[in-house]
């Protein structure tokens, strides 16, 4: 059953998101970090006493150990998300159809089904994090080791062009590969396990991600030749990965650089730890859905006043900062667990290894634990007619789409009774938010009645679109808020 918080009044339905919104974030990084850090006990012998300040964390006490372990998770990562793959692809997740008494076919979730849909997540989700590790160790190997710069203040040398090069040209590859949105992670982006027949966005391509966002949902995608079949897989599953590794590297060990100095002192990096959260709050509270939804409502005002290359430019801006604002979010969690949470003990990280699965799983969003290759997020602007099954949200994730245990629950059961009425009620108090800036356009607007409302960036208009820009051009104020409110509902 859903978060019931359609009744609380807008203020503190917000607030109960976001309260959701940090759990949720919290316990994806618990798993991460329990996760990781079990293979860095196995793989390099990290001693269970082993601490951040120390300098004997992430399999750094031996860079050859360092290394091979590397390649060792790599291989391990790639082995599982092709074994991940090729169960979503041949349609594991999809429910099995039964045919009732009355000869009528039914779709259902057994026993069976439910734990084959969990080891899916699971799998896919040891694999993101080993191919990860994998690809951040060799990052650390490869990428200009011995160039190294001299702390100011704390004296050690350290190869500060690596971590700068590795953020920027993995979060510029990506932009340029149409696949900024990957960078993101939980509490940025959630994957939802249901309800629905279909399973969340996982094991896609880039150009599968693309034209499910871009197209309408009756719509079916133009032919790829194989050539571009293949490219599209390899790019997604081997080189895009690689680049989101690269940023998410780079950018750690830039605020482990600035903010704690590598510091053989564990008060500052303690203290980093507080400009961590200052930086992930201001970051993800000025990229969420309603602040930039009151950002970007001058597009709903006056389309033509808004060009859509700007709209895109402000897009990606959006998402690089949240990206940045994710990985401080991620580094305070990582290092609270490690600090102050049994260290890098072995069941420090078995706990922070099940908990969260066991949490997630009830929340109704396991599959927040996956992240490239087992999963991509693409740079488009969706049509208001793609395909409705709410498997992912943006930040916050509004309460009202989870429900509880929905990677075992009955798809059609949620789906008719429960989906539609939460989420008309989640439109409209997110609408809300863009109508009443719309209401106060006086301030920023010239004249009332200039121009028109439209459902921008679409491809696909509704029948009686030019009647309600020819009424918009003659409406009041209040009357241009209805009918944004409108576009802005068809929109969802």
Request: hydrophobic share 50%; net charge negative; aromatic share 12%.
């Amino acid at each position: 059953m859903g978060i019931n918080s359609t009744k609380l009044k807008p203020c503190l339905r917000l607030a109960v998101d976001w309260l959701f919104t940090i759990l949720i974030g919290f316990l994806v990084v618990s798993y991460w970090r329990g996760t990781w850090t079990l293979f860095d006990i196995w793989l390099c012998n990290q001693p269970e006493d082993a601490s951040l300040t120390a300098g004997n964390t992430f399999c750094l006490a031996d860079l050859d150990l360092h290394r091979k372990s590397g390649w060792e998770s790599y291989a391990i990562g790639m082995s599982l998300t092709i074994l991940g793959i090729i169960a979503v692809w041949m349609g594991a997740w999809r429910p099995d159809v039964v045919i009732d008494n009355i000869k009528h076919e039914k779709i259902t979730i057994t026993p069976l089904k439910a734990a084959v849909r969990f080891l899916i997540v699971y799998t896919l989700g040891m694999a993101a994090v080993n191919l990860w590790r994998g690809v951040w160790y060799l990052t650390d190997t490869y990428l200009l080791p011995d160039r190294l710069q001299v702390h100011p203040e704390e004296g050690g040398a350290f190869p500060l062009a690596s971590y700068w090069i590795s953020s920027l040209f993995g979060s510029t590859l990506c932009f340029i590969l149409f696949s900024g949105a990957s960078l993101l992670a939980p509490p940025a982006i959630f994957l939802l396990d249901g309800p629905g027949v279909n399973p969340p966005p996982l094991a896609v391509t880039v150009m599968s991600s693309f034209y499910s966002l871009t197209l309408p949902a009756k719509k079916n995608p133009p032919d790829i030749p194989v050539n571009i079949m293949i490219l599209d897989v390899l790019l997604s599953f081997v080189v895009v990965p690689i680049f989101v590794v690269m940023f998410w590297r780079g950018s750690w060990l830039v605020l482990d650089y600035y903010l704690w100095g590598f510091s053989l002192d564990p008060h500052k990096l303690h203290l980093s730890l507080l400009w961590n959260f200052l930086l992930a709050a201001g970051l993800m509270v000025i990229t969420s859905d309603p602040a930039f939804n009151r950002i970007s409502a001058i597009k709903w005002l006056h389309p033509e006043k808004c060009p859509l290359l700007p709209l895109k430019l402000l897009s990606r801006l959006r998402t690089y900062l949240l990206a940045w604002g994710t990985v401080n979010f991620w580094r305070v969690v990582w290092y609270i667990w490690d600090e102050f949470i049994g260290g890098t003990s072995l069941w420090s990280c078995l706990v922070s290894h099940i908990v969260p699965l066991i949490l997630l799983a009830s929340f109704g969003c396991l599959s927040c634990i996956v992240a490239p290759a087992s999963t991509l997020g693409v740079d488009a602007l969706c049509d208001p007619f793609a395909a409705e099954e709410p498997l992912f949200s943006n930040l916050p994730v509004p309460s009202l789409v989870l429900y509880f245990g929905a990677i075992f629950r009955q798809p059609i059961e949620i789906k008719e009774e429960q989906v539609l009425e939460s989420f008309n009620a989640m439109k409209e108090f997110y609408v809300s938010s863009v109508v009443s800036s719309i209401q106060m356009r006086e301030s920023i607007v010239d004249a009332p009645g200039e121009g028109s409302i439209q459902a921008a960036d679409s491809k696909v208009h509704s029948p009686g679109e030019e009647d309600i820009e020819s009424k918009s051009q003659q409406a009041t104020a209040s009357d241009e808020a209805r009918l944004a409110q409108e576009s802005l509902s068809k929109s969802w």
